[in-house]
Each structure stands twice: as C-alpha cells, then as structure tokens.
C-alpha cells in the first residue's frame, strides 16, 4: 500500500514539474542599438549608417535585427533581420572579414519564443522597402532579372502575393529603396498608395484577400 501511494505522489510530483516547465515564458529581449556601416553601390565602394540590434531569446542570442518592430496581433510581431557575411576570397587570411548586410523579415511569436522567416514575393533586401498594415506587407518589388518593378502586397501565410502589379522598368540605383519610397496605408476602405520615384503614384483598395484599383482621385 505505501508502495503505491508512493508512486502515486512520485507521478503527481512529475505531472506537475512538466506542467510548470511547459507553461514557463520566454523572455524576449532587444539589446542597445548599434551603429555599424552597411556597403552600398554596384562596386561596394560607400558606405552608409545602419543601426542594429541583437534579438535575445532568454538571454541567448538568436538574431540581429534591423530598424522598428511592428506588432501584428497580440501574439506575433515582425522585424527586419540584419546578418554579418564574410567576403573573405578563398586565398584570403581564415580570419573572416564581416560585411552587415540588411535580410529579410521574421515573424516572431511572443508565448514561444519561435522564429520564422517570412518569404515575400519578389522583395529585394536592398531596394524594397516595406510598410506594413494589419498582417499586410507593402512594397515595390524586383523581378528575378532585375528589369521589372512591382508594386507588392502581400500577407502573411500566403504564398502567394495579394497585388503583384508592374509599375515600369528597375533602375536599381547605388542606395537602398532608391526605386520607391515605403508606400502608404490608409484605412476604411483599406488603401496602400506606391510612391515610385520615377512613375506616378499607384492606389490600391484591398479587399481581404483581392485588391482593386482607387479611383476616388483622378491623379491616381
């Protein structure tokens, strides 16, 4: 009988170790900004100011980030990934000589602590610049060649783009979001405005899952 009522108390003891380490939080952290230099140019010749961030997940270091967050639901947010490369040759010294560059985007979950990196269609580290809304992500994107540009929207969880419209020919100069500016978002009807720098300006109303084109304002 205490046999049991031993193993009993020892299972009840086990059940509620692995409750409680089940429902432990994770502790998300940023550290202090830092500034660093990002190379720019089609030779890599100049440099600019990119300030940077570690991302910490119970004070162990997941990854870098790069400007603001922006909360999705009260449980997720994103935020834009910065990564050191090493532009060593291979008959270079083995001491790695790093070069930040800016990456894509993550989508991290708060409760777990879980990271994903989020495949936009058609975004270009260097040249797109994303604006978000709800779960919504705008951008101008490049076409694999490098010719086109788009005008993007799309939403997290699907593959596929929401808008995916040409605006003109890539110019693809020597600093970043040089072909457009972040678009803008208004809401009630939900409408993201594209701001190419050498095309005129495009609206777009989004429905959910469809987009169509505004036509309250003539210039549009």
Known sequence: MRGRLFALFLLLALFVASSLAVSKPRV??????????????????KTMDMKVRALYVDGNLKEFTTGETHDVTDRLFVVRKAYRLNDNLPEDTKTPHWRWQRGGWLLVDRPTAHITPLK???FDPFYSSVSWYRDYAAYCG?????????????????????????????????VPDSD?????????????????????????????????????????
């Open 28 to 45: 998300i952290t940023f550290g202090k900004v830092l500034t660093v230099k990002l190379f720019i140019g089609p030779t890599e010749d």
């Open 120 to 122: 936009l269609p058609d």
């Open 142 to 174: 490049i076409s694999d060649d490098g010719d086109k540009l788009y005008a993007v929207v799309a939403e997290i969880g699907r593959k596929k783009a929401v808008l995916r419209k040409e605006l003109g020919a890539a110019s693809q100069g020597d």
């Open 180 to 220: 457009c500016d972040a678009p803008e978002w208004e809401r009630s009807p939900s409408k993201v405005t594209f701001l190419p720098k050498k095309f005129p300006k495009a609206s777009f109303t989004v429905f959910g899952h469809a987009t169509d084109i505004a036509t309250d304002n003539d210039d549009e």
